[in-house]
């Protein structure tokens, strides 16, 4: 498996992460980080819907981005809640853009490793279960997605120089960092090698460039 970044500079970059529930983003002006925040939103799945149009069509005026990013939804093995994230991620990405934003999706794993957040290694996971024994393997993964989470938002402070305690916040940053272009891939081993560990170097910073 392989993949290419195509490298073109936007002046105006929005980096979005999105739920059912809430929209953060962060906004990049000539490659520097000028604003962030998250809106909450409430009520039953129409009223919510409603309220992230709406959101979203503000800062869409307000912010002006010259391109959209944002992280690719994960495979959801529910019909409804598929359902569900299309209505809201298609009403806030069609929103906030513009006639001239170019919109990206980005996979999770993509910005991820090309901030250095990578995978845990096979030490990391049994130190996290030496140290919290007896746990369900769903427990273990929502246990790592919580350690990446927080090593972005320490990226975040690192490389930007602001304190967060937000993780929706820290990884509308992190998307918003990047300059994806294209993504384009060749996958030889199947769907699988997207998640085995062997392929991380694909994923890091050099694999990107």
């Known amino acids: ?6 490298s073109k500079e936007y002046n105006r970059v929005v980096g979005l992460d999105l739920s059912t529930n809430a929209i953060a983003y962060s906004l990049f002006v000539d490659g520097k980080l000028t604003e962030w925040g998250r809106w909450e939103l409430k009520g039953d799945t129409d009223i919510r819907l409603k309220q992230a149009s709406r959101v979203a069509r503000n800062l869409g005026l307000r912010l002006k981005p ?3 990013v944002y992280e690719a939804a994960a495979y959801v093995n ?3 809640t598929v359902i569900t994230l299309a209505m809201f991620y ?3 990405v069609s929103s906030i853009a513009l006639d001239h934003t170019v919109i990206k999706s980005v996979p999770a794993i993509t910005w ?3 901030i250095g957040n990578k995978s845990l290694t096979k030490a990391e ?3 996290l279960r030496i140290m919290t024994p007896d746990k369900s393997a769903v427990w273990y993964k ?3 997605r919580e350690v990446r989470k927080q090593r972005t938002i320490q990226w975040v402070e690192k490389h930007h120089g602001v304190v967060l305690t937000d993780d929706d916040v820290a990884d509308a940053i992190a998307q ?3 300059r994806y272009d294209a993504i384009l891939l060749d996958v030889d081993n199947g769907p699988d090698g997207l998640v085995r560990d062997e392929n991380d170097r694909i994923y890091s910073r050099a694999g990107l460039i």
């Open 1 to 6: 498996m392989a993949f290419k970044r195509m």
């Open 66 to 68: 010259d391109k959209l």
């Open 78 to 80: 529910n019909r409804k």
């Open 90 to 92: 298609g009403a806030i």
């Open 112 to 114: 991820q490793n090309a």
């Open 125 to 127: 996971k049994a130190h």
């Open 142 to 144: 929502n246990k790592e």
């Open 176 to 178: 918003g960092a990047g």
